[in-house]
């Protein structure tokens, strides 16, 4: 029977619509409406091929393989159904089987970089290490369909793996990309905290020892001396100052001193509803996962991810404490929330560590 005008047409708005769930994050919505489509055009191949993406991301993996599947003979000259079918299998462990599917895309579209860009990926996870990470340096089409995330995840395997070696994301970034600056204060900074000191000495005073040391404290931040910080809101709790100000001060202070255990020790000390605001969050689930708490450290840092959606930080160490626990499939949706935040820099920065260690002689 031929397919009429009409049929088209509803096919076609609802396409519109079931790519709108997916969008959206309602993948088996998204699948019900893809399917509508395919009713009305049982040859429709990009809608079965969407078809599948939907239903691997609701969890339907057996009938995603099929439908991309499908969509491969639908389409047989387009290496998109091959592409889709390859994520699958490669977001469900099978490697070599992903491996061929890529293979497969790039058969048909040898030219497509992302193509060239998940034959790296493949070859990354099945321990090809040099030649993963050659495709990848040469093809890498950086925040697109979670590539970024799948290259973090599988760097992190290894680098977790190796931690004793590799160097962490901080150490590689550069302050304007996002790590932290742990240098000394500069001169003029430096200049600016003394004379402040001088003019606001006379007021802290006024208030005893506590205020003494309170001023000495902040403006130990001010030019990054933690350690001296650390001291001085120690000395100020001693002489009598709100127990909690200083435990949130010694917290934070204590974590920029690396020293995460303290950091964890003051920050629990304060009431429940502080803890869970998402300032004291970070710092907390930071503090946590460096001192192997995982378990415990998730919780807070997605409270941080949450709040903070320009800070690569909190996602990239709530993916860690996926990696940490041995749950790499649910890193890549937070390392997805990483490399959005700061693109494309930490999928190459972890890639090149990655080559780094197992250029040492390292194995798995």
Known sequence: MPITLGARWRANREY??????????????????????????????????????????????????????????????????HLFLGQIQYDAGAYEEARKAFRAAAQRNPENQLVQAYLGLSALALGRIEEGAALLAKHLAFGYEQLEARVITQAEKYLWEHRDQAKTLEQQLSVDEGGRDT????????????????????????????????????????????????????????AGADPLRIALALGFASYEAAEPGAAVAHLLRLREEDQRQPDVAGILGAALFDTGRYEQAREFLTIAVG????????????????????????????FEETAERLNPEIAKKRLEEMVRIQGLGTRD
Do not use: N
Request: aromatic residues 8%; contains cysteine.
């Open 16 to 81: 519109a619509r079931a790519f709108r769930l997916l969008r959206a994050g309602k993948p088996a919505e998204a699948a019900q409406a893809f399917a509508r489509v395919l009713d009305l055009l049982p040859t429709h191949a990009r809608a079965e091929a969407q078809r599948a993406r939907a239903l691997a991301a609701a969890g339907r993996v057996a009938e995603a393989l099929k439908a991309a599947r499908r969509a491969a003979d639908l389409a047989p000259k387009s290496h998109v159904p």
């Open 307 to 334: 709040r903070f959606r320009k800070d690569f930080a909190p996602a990239y160490y709530r993916g860690m404490c996926e990696i940490a626990l041995g749950r790499p499939r649910e890193a890549t949706a937070w």
């Open 183 to 238: 240098a000394r204060a500069g001169l003029s900074l430096r200049v600016i905290s003394a004379v402040r000191t001088v003019l606001l000495w006379p007021w802290a005073r006024l208030r005893g020892k506590k205020g003494v040391h309170l001023l000495y404290a902040e403006e130990a931040m001010f030019v990054r001396e933690f350690a001296r910080a650390v001291e001085h809101y120690r000395a100020a709790e001693t």
